[in-house]
C-alpha cells in the first residue's frame, strides 16, 4: 500500500518548472485523498503534486484534483472547483515558479498554445518552499489510494514545451 519511487534529472534552479502528463483515473475515486505524480527537490521530500479524492459529498464519480506545493497533509490540498469524469483522460500540467515558490494547476490546456492561461487553482503557502526541483516523484502512501493511469509524462522549463503536440520532442 505504500509506494515512493523517485526519478532524478539535472536540477533546476531558477526560473520555471513545469511537469505535464495524461492522466486517466482507473473507476471510481473512493479516496479521499491521494498523491498521484509530482515534482521534488530530492529522493527524499514531497514537493508540488496533484491530489485525486472523491468529492466533499462522497461522490466517487466525477471525482476532484487539488494540489498542494510541498506539504504531505491532505488538510493542506487546494482544490479545483472542477470535478472529473473517470471516463475521460485529462492534459495535467504542473507548474513550479521558484522565484515566487507558487505551485500552480492546470487541466486540459490547449495543446501547442504558447500563452499561458490561467490556472485552474495555486497553492504558495503549504509546506516548505523548495529552491531546486531535480526529480519526478510517484507516491501513493496508505490502505486508500487512487488507481489512475499516466503517459506522457514530460518535465520541462518552458510552457510551450509542456504543452507542445506528440509531434514536437521535449527538451
Known sequence: TNYIAYKSFTAITTGTVYLSYLYQANGDQGQTASEILGLSNSATNSAVKIWAGKQLDGTKNPFR???????????DIVWCSTTLSTSNVYLIVIKYDLATTTASLFINPVVGTVVEPTAD???????????????????????????FYTSGVRVSTTWAEAVASQSVAPQ
Open 65 to 75: 484534483i487539488g494540489l498542494t506545493r510541498s506539504s504531505t497533509s491532505s488538510t
Open 121 to 147: 487553482v495555486t497553492a504558495a503557502t503549504d509546506g516548505t518552499a523548495r529552491t531546486s526541483i531535480g526529480y519526478l516523484m510517484f507516491k501513493h502512501n496508505g490502505s486508500s489510494v487512487a488507481k
